[in-house]
């Protein structure tokens, strides 16, 4: 069974930076696609960022990009979400997830992934 664990939320300030860890256990971890999801209160999951089996082969959500990265350490089953320069608008429940797709690719839409961690509340005060 695939069990996904998110920590490093958080209140900050407008500005400030941090980073999401989401450590993995059962499956093989070097073979999943994995995102970073996020949800506020009365809105619909978006995808925040995304990357492949191959890191090499990333997403970021255009409110994002150039401010968030993401990266998969597979030595540590673990994939991290960099988030700099964050905004009172990045305020939402952060949600990793998890799949084993057949090929290279980046997965964006939450019906695509199989494996959904708790989340980790992130607050941006302005």
């Known amino acids: 069974q695939v069990q996904l664990s998110e920590s490093g939320g958080g209140l900050v300030q407008t500005g400030d930076s941090l980073r999401l860890s989401c450590t993995t256990s059962?499956?093989?971890?070097?073979?999943?696609?994995m995102g970073w999801f996020r949800q506020s209160l009365g809105e619909e999951r978006e995808s925040v960022a995304a990357?492949?089996?191959?890191?090499?082969?990333?997403y970021y959500h255009p409110s994002v990009k150039g401010r968030f990265i993401i990266s998969r350490d597979n030595a540590k089953n673990a994939v991290y979400l960099q988030m700099n320069d964050l905004k009172p608008e990045d305020t939402a429940v952060y949600y990793c997830?998890?799949?084993?797709?057949?090929?290279?690719?980046?997965?964006?839409?939450?019906?695509?992934?199989?494996?959904w961690g708790q989340g980790t509340q992130v607050t941006v005060s302005s």
């Open positions: 059962g499956g093989t971890f070097s073979s999943f696609a």
């Open positions: 997830a998890g799949a084993d797709p057949i090929r290279d690719t980046v997965l964006v839409r939450p019906r695509d992934y199989a494996y």
């Open positions: 990357i492949s089996w191959n890191p090499d082969n990333t």
